[in-house]
């Protein structure tokens, strides 16, 4: 039992230094962002102030960040919504067993190791072809969905595993139809699941770089506007908008685990 | 006519996924093929059937490149091995109840959904020539000068991926760890295995799966990787990615393109070399 004890105080130990290894950094550019108006890029900090955060609402030298999170926003928005809608019904179609299952569920797992890159420059490469202009809410929405799609299916896959089909049969012996059963018995019930689900996919999209580099066309996304700045902008206003924008999906990931888990309690307490 | 309804509903129901997957994917990959045999003088692009694009990549700094990343992968896979399965191991077997698990596991995932580029701009202030790791070292004497190779260097790049990825080395570990039937242990315990033994008998062969999902998840992302070796490897570094995606700001598409099926041959062939040493499918 002693020798036990040893080697979990050992893990624990090296278990948090891994925690502060991966928060670290960002703490680092937290209290950076919270210097006063002479701070510099690196410690000591200089005074403590909100002016770099306020800065990043200004009109900026190097660039203006409202139009690029707007589009962003926007962009995660329609991918949430078309990931959503397309991997319940891929998923509920996954419910029955039917010929060519497999292959498309290789093709899902492909779409999720496939290099980015090559996703990026193929999708660049046919609008090249084509004659089209890459846009990021044509190219740059296609690109998103390659990312997010298999990961809220697989997701999605693991929900109506654990799912009782015993509701739906009683409600389809009642004499519902498909589309009455799935509105009134099956949404209701992985509704919570979809609420964790979109705002996931929100947030990937919302920071997803690399497979939207080569495709965003004129207009920048966020992180591709973050990425053009860290080249020319020597202020501290960088680290504020890096504060910003990590709070964010920060916070959208806290509110979908304890949304899931408020709603996933309620519905025990019925059932 | 509902029989034939039943039969074709599955197939109704993945089509919209599977037109995505199609267009964006299937479609592009095929067009990147088929591109990197077209011709190219300069300025654009014509159909054709030429090697010319592969001939072109067979070079010494194409091979130097390679070797370069494979260099990234094999530090990084390794770091987020032995980095990653403890912490894993940590999760699954010392902490006890399931809520916390679970919390715990939250918290080391929180990170990854956050930017990848804030991520990696959030070491500067830490390894740069007057960061904290410089400054701290100085202080206590043990360097006179700031030391150069913290930032803006293979080793920085290598950090960065451990760091941005380490998550998908974790993730399928920890999750066949808690799979394994905690009886085993029991079992093996009440045999006369010692700690070391059961680790090595019981509990690392049953989680090697996990360790292989994880390794492809980490090959899949380091081969195509440019962004970290652009950021943190400050100019110097080089990789496929990034050579890539140098060819495509030049605009040069066959080129690029015929890297790119050179690129994704190579992962195909790490990937299946990993599941045949290792068989998954009992995982998915």
Redesign the interface.
């Known amino acids: 039992m002693q020798k036990r004890s040893l080697s979990f105080y050992l893990l624990l130990a090296f278990f948090c230094l891994f925690v502060l290894f991966l928060y670290g950094p960002m703490i680092t550019i937290f209290m950076l962002s919270l210097q006063g108006p002479d701070g510099g890029l690196t410690f000591p900090m200089r005074g403590l102030s909100l002016y770099w955060l306020g800065q990043v609402f200004q009109e900026q030298r190097v660039g203006n960040f409202i139009e690029p999170f707007v589009r962003s926003l926007l962009l995660g928005v329609a991918v949430m919504a078309i990931t959503i809608a397309a991997s319940v019904l891929a998923s509920m179609g996954f419910r029955q067993r039917f010929k060519g299952s497999t292959v498309i569920f290789y093709l899902t797992i492909a779409s999720l190791i496939v290099p980015s890159i090559l996703v990026s420059l193929g999708i660049g490469v046919v609008f090249q072809v084509m004659g089209w202009p890459t846009n990021w809410f044509t190219s740059g929405l296609g690109a998103h969905l390659t990312w997010t799609l298999p990961i809220a299916f697989l997701i999605m896959l693991g929900i109506f595993n654990r799912f009782n089909p015993s509701y739906e049969e009683a409600a389809r012996d009642l004499g519902a139809t498909d589309s009455k059963t799935f509105w009134e018995i099956v949404m209701p019930l992985i509704a919570p699941s979809l609420l964790g689900v979109g705002l996931l996919t929100f947030t990937l999209s919302y920071d997803e770089f690399t497979r939207t580099s080569l495709v965003s066309g004129q207009s920048n996304t966020l992180p591709l506007e973050i990425f053009g700045m860290t080249t020319n902008v020597t202020s501290p206003a960088l680290y504020a908008l890096g504060t910003l924008t990590t709070v964010f999906s920060a916070s959208l990931i806290l509110i979908a685990f304890f949304a899931y888990n408020a709603i996933a309690q309620r519905q025990r307490g019925k059932a | 006519m509902s029989e034939t309804w039943?039969?074709l509903?599955?197939?109704?129901?993945?089509?919209?996924?599977?037109l995505?997957?199609l267009?964006?994917?299937?479609?592009?990959?095929l067009?990147?093929g088929v591109?990197s045999f077209w011709e190219f003088n300069g300025y654009s692009m014509t159909p054709a059937f030429t090697f010319d694009n592969y001939r072109g990549i067979l070079t010494d700094v194409t091979l130097k490149t390679y070797l370069n990343t494979f260099k990234f992968l094999g530090l990084t896979w390794l770091a987020t091995l032995l980095?990653g399965y403890?912490?894993a191991?940590?999760?699954a077997f010392?902490v006890p109840k399931l809520e916390w698990q679970i919390l715990?596991f939250?918290?080391?995932t929180?990170?990854f959904?956050?930017?990848?580029?804030?991520?990696m701009?959030?070491?500067?202030?830490?390894l740069?020539r007057?960061?904290?790791v410089n400054?701290g070292l100085m202080s206590i004497g043990l360097i006179q000068e700031p030391l150069q190779f913290l930032l803006f260097s293979d080793f920085a790049v290598v950090l960065g991926m451990v760091?941005l990825y380490i998550i998908f080395m974790i993730a399928p570990i920890f999750n066949s760890l808690m799979r394994i039937e905690r009886s085993l242990i029991t079992a093996a315990e009440d045999l006369g295995a010692s700690?070391f033994q059961v680790f090595k008998e019981v509990i690392l062969p049953l989680s090697a799966p996990g360790i292989a999902i994880g390794s492809?998840?980490i090959v899949?992302?380091i081969?195509?990787?440019?962004?970290t070796v652009r950021?943190m490897g400050g100019g110097q570094s080089a990789s496929v990615?990034k050579l890539?995606?140098t060819q495509?700001g030049s605009l040069q598409?066959p080129l690029?393109?015929a890297n790119?099926m050179v690129?994704?041959a190579v992962?195909m062939l790490i990937?299946i070399s990993i599941l045949r040493v290792l068989d998954i499918r009992k995982e998915l």
């Open positions: 039943k039969a509903k599955p197939y109704a129901l993945i089509t919209p996924q599977t995505v997957f267009m964006f994917l299937v479609f592009p990959i067009m990147i591109v980095i403890p912490v191991y940590f999760l010392h715990l939250l918290v080391c929180i990170p959904w956050t930017s990848n580029i804030i991520r701009i959030s070491w500067v202030p830490l740069g007057e960061g904290l400054q760091h700690g492809i998840f899949t992302l081969m195509g990787e440019f962004v950021l990615g890539i995606q495509i598409y690029a393109a790119a690129l994704l992962t990937i």
